[in-house]
């Protein structure tokens, strides 16, 4: 079992960039695939971003791509998202989680993930 939290966020003005961390708890963490998912008001929980268990690969929904990067460190059980240019439709609260069963062909659905953080609000203003 995983414990997450996340951290990072705030209030930005448009254009602006955040950096979301993720800290994981255990000795496991280089075995899960982490993802970052985000939830606006209304709205069901959307993928964002995820990064397989070496760091080697990512993955990124359309609407971030070239905006957003995420990275992990497995020696320090942390995973980041770095978040440029942000607009007002990125408000949202980010949620980072973990999967041991998500791969490079099936990591969207939040069902991949079975560990979650607490989440943490990022507010654009325009």
């Known amino acids: 079992q995983v414990q997450l939290v996340e951290s990072g966020g705030g209030l930005v003005q448009a254009g602006g960039s955040l950096r979301l961390s993720c800290a994981a708890s255990?000795?496991?963490?280089?075995?899960?695939?982490m993802g970052w998912f985000r939830q606006a008001p209304g709205k069901e929980r959307e993928f964002v971003a995820t990064?397989?268990?070496?760091?080697?690969?990512?993955y990124y929904a359309d609407s971030v791509k070239g905006r957003f990067t995420t990275s992990r460190d497995n020696a320090k059980n942390t995973v980041y998202l770095q978040m440029n240019n942000l607009q007002a439709e990125d408000t949202a609260v980010y949620y980072c989680?973990?999967?041991?069963?998500?791969?490079?062909?099936?990591?969207?659905?939040?069902?991949?993930?079975?560990?979650w953080g607490q989440g943490t609000q990022v507010t654009v203003s325009s």
């Open positions: 989680a973990a999967s041991r069963i998500a791969s490079s062909w099936n990591y969207i659905a939040p069902s991949q993930y079975a560990y």
């Open positions: 255990g000795r496991t963490f280089s075995q899960y695939v």
């Open positions: 990064v397989m268990r070496s760091g080697d690969m990512t």
